[in-house]
């Protein structure tokens, strides 16, 4: 067979590798018990070499999900001896150092077999809903008050379920139907994606992945070093101020880009917080090599020899805590990177780099329950929101979408039917884009209550409050959020809070920098703009009945 023919062969043989990993992806989505992984895309997926180098992602997930997991499955090859892998098996952990960063996220690793010979694994992980302890917030001072730790073991042996680790499960966590639910999905997940792989095989005669593994890496590598030969050489260093738990975060990172690769030096950040706001450094070298590959490769496949052109380094603080530093809300700073990288980036590549967005997810963790002397039922809702990502070159920022982590957007049907909650609003924020040349992205307005002798209490993770994202290019900053209960009671952007029986909280999720001088919008564009940005302001032009009124008029019905 010429080079040219088997060359072809194995292009088409990655094209099916990719088909298989979203399928396995799918099967998860399909069958989650958790909103946040089947209605948000909160997961990844992926296949693996028998050296636990990543061949290829799903498309479906999150960069802090599959980054991670590239590396975790490393880990779990280290703890789990060859000669103790078996047809049938998967493992499992939420070790927040050795999975994707905290306790919530459960990664699961399985074997695959081809007859008795090892050809590589599966690996998925996803959001889930409860994992015992505090619950999902800040609060921990430390990961053992975070939750339950489940070190890397086998959740399956030969294909038998560990009935001791699903009582465990049952015992310490306050969604155990859900939780163990998930569980089994994501052990269904990596089953799916074996058997298409093995399938596969079998139809084009492949023993083994070593060619087509070989194949995906040279191309990816020397895709990737033809764009670094491309960039200008040196090192462009950045800083940024977050809101933080208490006190005002700092981080700090030095980009340096050469012909053989790309190093970031993440000296000189704040150190370690008392809250749970700290970075493991798995979950921060995935959002860097992320937001390297939006600017440079975004169209280069995510895999193995992608990932190794990144080099990431930091000394013991925020973005690089230690164990048992309190990590559950790592996502917070860790979705801030991307945003310190690309500042840092801007001043490499003038002209080329997005506007700051709200970046980190407004998610919303609510443990709802009957009100004092009422009767009802509890729940635990996890929902996402986001704010508006950065005016980009030549266009306008993307309003309510989740810039960096890339999770859709919940529908409000599917979060009410979790719990007794009632979401009144869920809207564009008017205006909240920065002003530039181009505008950043809108924010949203969610307007969240009890059901009728129902209070909840609710895990603020918000960020961008205090320090709003900055434009770049003499574009504006976008508006700073907003948490506050309906009689305008200000509320911390972080910390489990109450709303009682009665009340409604409504966030106000911050939007995107402005990109360039205001002044050269073009009027016309900037009336659309400012038009298409204001529900109310549509609807005024368009004899329509603004929404307020209409949920005046709903809550005098009711």
Known sequence: MSDSIADI?????????????????????????????????????????????????AVTGTPGHVNTMAEAVGHFLAEIPRDAMFPGDTYVTNDPWLGTGHLHDITMVSPSFLGDRLVGFFACTAHVVDVGGRGFGADGKSVYEEGLQIPILKFADRGVVNPTLLRLLRANVREPHQVIGDFYSLAACNEVGHRRLIAMMQETGMETLDALGDFIFTRTRGAMLERLAALPAGTWSSRLTTDGYDTPVTLAAAVTLGPDGVQVDFTGSDPVSRWGINVPLI??????????????????????????????????????????????????????????????????????????????????????????????????????????????????????????????????????????IIVWRKELRPDSGGDGQYRGGLGQVIEIAPMPGHEFDFSAMFDRVNHPAAGRDGGLPGAPGIVALDDGTRLNPKGWQHVPAGRRLVLQAPGGGGFGDPSRRDAKTYTAGMRAGSPARRLAAAGAENPRDREARRNDRV
């Open 283 to 420: 979950y921060t070298k995935a959002y860097a090599c992320y937001a390297f590959k939006c600017v440079v490769a975004p169209d280069i496949p995510n895999n193995w020899a992608s990932l190794a052109l990144v080099g990431v380094t930091a000394p013991e603080n925020i973005l690089n805590a230690p164990r048992p530093a309190p990590v559950s809300l790592r996502h917070v700073i860790g979705h801030m990177v991307p945003d310190l990288i690309l500042n840092a980036l801007a001043q490499a590549l003038p002209g080329r780099i997005l506007a700051e967005g709200a970046a980190a997810l407004w998610n919303l963790h609510l443990s709802v329950r009957p009100a004092p002397g009422a009767r009802g039922r509890r729940a635990e809702i996890l929902m996402f929101n986001s704010g508006g990502m950065g005016a980009r070159p030549g266009r306008d920022g993307l309003g309510a979408t989740a810039f960096p982590s890339g999770v859709m957007t919940m529908p409000v049907e599917a979060t009410e039917q979790c719990g007794p």
């Open 9 to 57: 062969r194995l292009q088409v043989m990655w094209n099916r590798l990719i088909s298989v990993v979203e399928e396995q992806a799918m099967t998860l989505l399909r069958t989650a018990f958790s909103t946040s992984v089947r209605e948000a895309g909160d997961l990844s997926a992926g296949v693996y070499d028998p050296q636990g180098r990543m061949l290829a992602q």
